[in-house]
């Protein structure tokens, strides 16, 4: 059965922590998604994934890094926790998505993470 | 943005009763995907539909997809109470890289 696995379901951090979110997928995805999810504004892009070592900003970069070291792996990083990045944080994987193929995500159950 | 939207916002029905849920997408597709979310949980992929499909079948789902309006419709038939959920859609953003999705309809269904 296919897996995608966030190390917490749930988070409460400081502000001004640096906080790790970490996501294994056993699936060999080459691709793989950092979201978070706020109440009426969905579900919106961190960064993502297409390789080892590769990353691309999506919509919302702003506050967060990540690092793929390993191919399983992909980890979220707050440099400095704010309370304005209280949310719920979700990991998906994917294959590569050629053209014309799009293949479906699979996520991980999420982590709440509250920054007081 | 490129992200869709979703309509309504909320729908409650009767068990028993269908469900329809509408998506509007901003970008030309290869496909769009439905996905349903429990409550406080990841996302679960339900259905594809490719570009040159107009309507696809799957259990009690059915996807309408009107590329010429950019808009895709989910009817749940024969809803039942564990069809309790947020249902969103979702697309390639124009890169051709990454699922973006829109805000989603929360789904409630009672007995």
């Known amino acids: 059965d296919v897996k995608v696995t966030q190390s917490s379901r749930y988070l409460v951090k400081r502000t001004g922590e640096k906080v790790f979110l970490e996501c294994v997928q056993d699936?060999?995805?080459?691709?793989m998604f950092w979201y978070r999810q706020d109440p009426g504004l969905g579900l919106r892009l961190i960064y993502f994934?297409?390789?080892?070592?590769?990353?691309e900003k999506g919509d919302i970069p702003e506050g967060y890094s990540v690092s793929r070291e390993k191919k399983e792996r992909f980890s979220l990083i707050l440099e400095s926790a704010s309370t304005n990045q209280t949310s719920m944080y979700l990991c998906?994987?994917?294959?590569?998505?050629?053209?014309?193929?799009?293949?479906?995500?699979?996520f991980g159950q999420g982590t709440r993470l509250t920054v007081v | 943005s490129q992200q869709g939207e979703e309509d309504p916002q909320a729908l409650s029905i009767q068990e028993g009763e269908n469900a329809t849920m509408n998506c509007s997408y901003k970008t030309s597709i290869n496909n769009l995907q439905w996905y349903r979310q429990n409550s406080g949980r990841g996302l679960v992929h339900l259905i594809l539909?490719?570009?040159?499909?107009r309507e696809k079948h799957s259990g009690r789902l059915r996807v309408t997809l009107d590329t010429s309006k950019k808009s895709s419709s989910l009817l749940i038939t024969a809803s039942r109470a564990a069809d309790t959920a947020s249902y969103f859609c979702?697309?390639?953003?124009?890169?051709?890289?990454?699922?973006?999705f829109g805000k989603g309809t929360t789904l409630s269904v009672s007995s």
């Open positions: 994934s297409y390789d080892v070592k590769m990353k």
């Open positions: 998906a994987s994917s294959l590569r998505q050629g053209a014309g193929a799009g293949t479906e995500a699979f």
């Open positions: 979702a697309n390639l953003n124009q890169a051709g890289t990454a699922l973006i």
């Open positions: 699936m060999d995805h080459e691709n």
């Open positions: 539909i490719r570009s040159n499909e």
